[in-house]
């Protein structure tokens, strides 16, 4: 089992910057993928980001590269995505997920096998 608790979410201004975090514990493994989804109202959840927990390979979504950072701190067993340059389409409920079945799971979502329990992030414009 792992345990994910995303922080960090909130209310902000176009052009503005927020950073997520995501505390993981439990079973992590060197193999462990960690990554964020998001979810609008009305559509479907959608891959944002990946990292490898040795922090060497990423993977982004095409509309957030070069305005979010994905990053991990393996010695706090938590994975950071800086969001910078929001747009009011980056609108949504922010969820971390892991994955250790596979060497790197990217945006596969079906990889995936545990879920936080998501953070609110709005912004308007």
């Known amino acids: 089992q792992v345990q994910l608790v995303e922080s960090g979410g909130g209310s902000v201004q176009a052009g503005d910057s927020l950073t997520l975090s995501c505390a993981a514990s439990g079973r992590i493994f060197s193999s462990t993928t960690l990554g964020w989804f998001r979810q609008a109202p009305g559509k479907e959840r959608q891959f944002v980001a990946a990292i490898n927990w040795s922090g060497t390979t990423t993977t982004y979504t095409d509309s957030v590269k070069g305005r979010f950072t994905i990053s991990i701190h393996n010695a706090k067993n938590t994975v950071y995505l800086q969001m910078n340059s929001l747009k009011p389409e980056d609108t949504a409920v922010y969820y971390c997920?892991?994955?250790?079945?596979?060497?790197?799971?990217?945006?596969?979502?079906?990889?995936?096998?545990?879920w936080g329990q998501g953070t609110q992030v709005t912004v308007s414009s």
């Open positions: 997920a892991a994955a250790s079945r596979w060497a790197y799971a990217g945006a596969r979502e079906g990889a995936y096998d545990y």
